[in-house]
């Protein structure tokens, strides 16, 4: 996958007056926020950067929500009631230049704007749409989405079971 930003760590910026009275010395206006992105916290075994966690993704929105619910949609139930089929399907990202295109990362780009022009991606669709073939369109997972679905729903208060138990 391409490095996505997913979490950030903030930190408080505000002062205590020097009083001793526990008042700040910040009012939390836009002008005056009371939190600012801590670009100290790195930890380059757990992809944190400048105060940035990174997980795979498409460049702009990360793998867990492009792919987590159209694994539970598979199933049925709540999220899909009239059972209709649901395939994820993802595609190796390969950066290319051609002179022909340049603002684009090429043919096989899974940038998240550039993936509408991923010739793997638009064979899928139009397989889809002309109902030609349309059946050869299953399933092809080619990161950790399972593992990541798996983790989520085992979890005592994750996934979308622990989400309606809080509710």
Same mark, same amino acid.
């Given at each position: 996958?391409i490095?996505?930003?997913?979490?950030?760590?903030y930190?408080?910026?505000?002062?205590k007056? =020097? /009083?001793g009275?526990n008042? /700040?010395?910040?009012? /939390?206006?836009?002008t005056d926020?009371?939190?600012a992105?801590?670009?100290s916290?790195?930890d380059?075994?757990?992809?944190?950067?400048h105060?940035?966690?990174?997980?795979d993704?498409?460049g702009?929105?990360?793998?867990?929500?492009?792919?987590?619910?159209? =694994?539970h949609w598979k199933?049925?139930g709540?999220h899909n009631?009239?059972g209709? @089929?649901?395939v994820?399907?993802?595609?190796?990202?390969?950066e =290319?230049?051609?002179l022909?295109?340049?603002?684009?990362?090429g043919?096989?780009s899974? =940038?998240?704007?550039d993936?509408?022009g991923?010739?793997?991606v638009?064979?899928?669709?139009? @397989?889809?749409?002309t109902?030609f073939?349309?059946?050869?369109?299953?399933?092809?997972?080619?990161?950790?989405?399972?593992r990541?679905?798996?983790?989520?729903?085992n979890?005592?208060?994750g996934?979308?079971?622990?989400? /309606? @138990?809080?509710?």
């Amino acid at each position: 996958g391409i490095a996505t930003e997913r979490a950030y760590f903030y930190k408080n910026v505000c002062g205590k007056a =020097e /009083s001793g009275d526990n008042i /700040s010395t910040c009012d /939390s206006s836009p002008t005056d926020p009371q939190f600012a992105l801590d670009s100290s916290a790195q930890d380059i075994d757990f992809n944190i950067t400048h105060g940035v966690k990174f997980s795979d993704g498409d460049g702009s929105v990360p793998l867990l929500s492009l792919g987590y619910m159209c =694994e539970h949609w598979k199933k049925g139930g709540r999220h899909n009631p009239s059972g209709i @089929k649901v395939v994820t399907r993802e595609h190796h990202s390969i950066e =290319e230049f051609t002179l022909n295109d340049p603002g684009r990362g090429g043919p096989h780009s899974g =940038e998240h704007v550039d993936i509408l022009g991923h010739l793997h991606v638009m064979e899928d669709i139009i @397989k889809i749409a002309t109902d030609f073939e349309a059946d050869s369109v299953d399933d092809q997972i080619v990161s950790d989405l399972k593992r990541i679905v798996r983790d989520i729903d085992n979890h005592p208060m994750g996934g979308v079971h622990g989400a /309606s @138990k809080n509710r």
